[in-house]
């Protein structure tokens, strides 16, 4: 077996921490603390996905996790999604203005098109809507024609700018998946801060070549989705491991600064009746607790931004 060649291990941009120039590079330890509102602890982020799956899903490039995964039609599985918009959310909605909770909900420009009744049901509570791309079917991915996907773009956007009333400025690609092009894209569109990039637990400075975004990491191993539907786990497991998070979220704040705690929550998946206690059982912590701070993913954003 012969030996690698050296070019190899060459990289265009080998530097310390990244090869890339996307962001800097950093320990989160050695960040300047940040201190939320109120002198509370911790930043809750409530994070609603409401998606519209298409029945006839081309899957391009892949089968978008929480997608059809039977021969078309797939009745069982696209009624299930479309259950949690109109069934599952209304117990979401209960549930957070029970406990004092204020989420921030990101939809489908697809979906705010065919349902206005829940469109409406959003901009009569005056919460902060972020666009979740066109529908869960329409991914955005390396090798997409930068054409192709900078329209996907600003049809999401504009549309859906139109349709809440609200100017926007978040954003999380279906399956958070994106091409090289994508912060670029939506910076160019008015994005302020997208949730793609789970490689941290702060938000930070991020590079594009349309001017500065912040990437907002939203976490994904504590996703209803994740959780549940993927690893297979019990409700009671997911609020298990949010309490854990949270406890220990806490404890590392009174030394190192304040932290966020960002729940990625699905109407159709804990809006079931058999699990709906679960969230109530975590928002009624959180929602209590004297060290939380409930705010949208905006406040998040801007708070953070202030003190940098």
């Known amino acids: 077996m012969g030996r690698l060649d050296k070019s190899y291990l060459e990289y ?3 530097s310390y921490g990244m090869d890339h120039d996307r ?3 950093s320990m989160l330890t050695n960040r300047k603390p940040v201190s939320w509102p109120g002198d509370k602890k911790i930043a809750l982020w409530v994070n609603v996905g409401l998606q519209f799956f298409p029945l006839n899903q081309k899957g391009i490039p ?4 929480g997608g059809m995964t039977k021969p078309y039609p797939d009745l069982r599985h696209y009624s299930l999604r479309d259950y949690g918009n109109r069934v599952g959310i209304y ?3 209960k549930a957070f203005d029970r406990f004092d909770i204020k989420p921030t909900f990101a939809m489908n420009t697809r979906l705010a098109e065919r349902v206005p009744y829940l469109v409406g049901a959003i901009k009569e509570r005056g919460n902060e809507v972020v666009c979740h791309g066109y529908h869960m079917d329409n991914l955005h991915y390396g090798g997409q024609d930068i054409k ?3 329209e996907l773009v600003k049809r999401s956007l504009e549309k859906l700018r139109v349709i809440t009333g609200q100017e926007v400025k978040g954003w999380i690609s279906p399956a958070k998946n994106e091409s090289e092009n994508t912060p670029d894209l939506l910076a160019e569109n008015g994005i302020s801060y997208f949730c793609d990039w789970v490689n941290d637990e702060m938000p930070y400075d991020f590079r594009t070549t349309k001017g500065m975004l912040t990437a907002m990491p939203l976490s994904t191993e504590l996703e209803d989705y ?3 539907l993927n690893n297979l786990h019990s409700a009671q497991d997911w609020a298990e491991q949010v309490e854990d998070a949270f406890q220990f979220l806490l404890a590392e704040s009174r030394t190192q600064g304040g932290r966020i705690l960002s729940l990625n929550i699905h109407p159709w998946v804990l809006g079931q ?3 709906i206690q679960y969230l109530e059982r975590v928002l009624n912590l959180l929602g209590n607790h004297s060290d939380v701070w409930t705010a949208s993913a905006g406040e998040i954003q801007q708070a953070w931004k202030s003190q940098q």
């Open 12 to 14: 265009p941009e080998r």
């Open 91 to 93: 117990r979401f909605l």
């Open 273 to 275: 009746p058999h699990r």
């Open 226 to 228: 994740f959780i549940i």
């Open 23 to 25: 962001y800097d590079w």
């Open 148 to 150: 192709e996907e900078r």
């Open 62 to 65: 892949f089968k978008v996790p």
